[in-house]
């Protein structure tokens, strides 16, 4: 039972556009949502975070939205860039003794053409 | 150094073979986590270690098993695996053990033959 899903296994962008990539969660207890990216050879690193008290947190060219009703979650980069291009993994997780344990989607593999 | 190092960055073994994956991070911090990546699967969490104490273990098998010196070394011991464990293995640390903002290393890449 997948807990938080990237049902868009790529996405493909052109230089300058927005990339929006999504994240649905089934788990209502799910309070604090991360987003995380990997370059191949790397481990994944973080790149921007939202609480469930919030709807929105932007971070220079990226934005997450929470949309709690729908349990979904999207990450918006405005305006995309070649070194943009990485897999982005959506996490989760529940508070009190989730020891920050993640739940995280399949990711999705975002390609910026020049 | 700086951050989370793994080694080795990849790893071939076969099922009866005795290995151990090592894990060092040079942040200072006091939480660190195993995860696992399968092919076509999400990050799994394996186990989580707090000030050395385990706190966590994901319902792992016990051919891993996972050893923290210190609150900067973390070491998976691997024995007697299957084929199906071949995957990404993942160490990652964080300041504090409920601070979700993990810091994760570049990874092992196990093959088991």
């Known amino acids: 039972d997948q807990q938080v899903k990237q049902n868009s296994p790529s996405l493909s962008v052109q230089e300058g556009r927005i990339s929006i990539l999504n994240c649905d969660y089934t788990?209502?207890?799910?309070?604090?949502f991360l987003w995380y990216k990997k370059y191949p050879a790397e481990g994944p690193t973080f790149l921007i975070s939202?609480?469930?008290?919030?709807d929105k947190n932007e971070d220079g060219r990226f934005t997450v939205f929470l949309n709690k009703s729908a349990k979904h979650l999207s990450l918006h980069i405005v305006p995309s860039q070649p070194g943009d291009s990485a897999v982005y993994f959506c996490?989760?997780?529940?508070?009190?003794?989730?020891?920050?344990?993640?739940?995280f989607g399949q990711g999705t593999i975002l390609t910026v053409h020049p | 150094e700086t951050g989370v190092t793994q080694t080795p960055r990849h790893l071939v073994m076969g099922m009866t073979n005795k290995k151990s994956l090592k894990c060092e991070q040079h942040?200072?911090?006091?939480?660190m986590y195993w995860y696992k990546q399968s092919a076509k699967k999400p990050l799994e969490l394996m186990f989580v270690?707090?000030?050395?104490?385990?706190?966590e273990n994901n319902s792992v098998p016990s051919r891993f098993s996972p050893e923290c010196p210190n609150s900067s070394h973390l070491f998976l011991h691997l024995h007697t695996l299957q084929p199906e464990d071949s995957a990404l293995y993942l160490c990652?640390?964080?300041?504090?053990?409920?601070?979700?903002?993990?810091?994760f290393g570049s990874g092992t890449q196990l093959s088991v033959l």
């Open positions: 942040l200072g911090h006091n939480a």
């Open positions: 788990n209502s207890m799910f309070d604090y």
């Open positions: 270690y707090s000030l050395e104490e385990r706190v």
């Open positions: 990652a640390s964080s300041q504090v053990l409920k601070n979700e903002k993990l810091f």
């Open positions: 939202i609480s469930s008290i919030k």
């Open positions: 996490a989760a997780t529940a508070g009190g003794t989730s020891y920050g344990k993640l739940t």
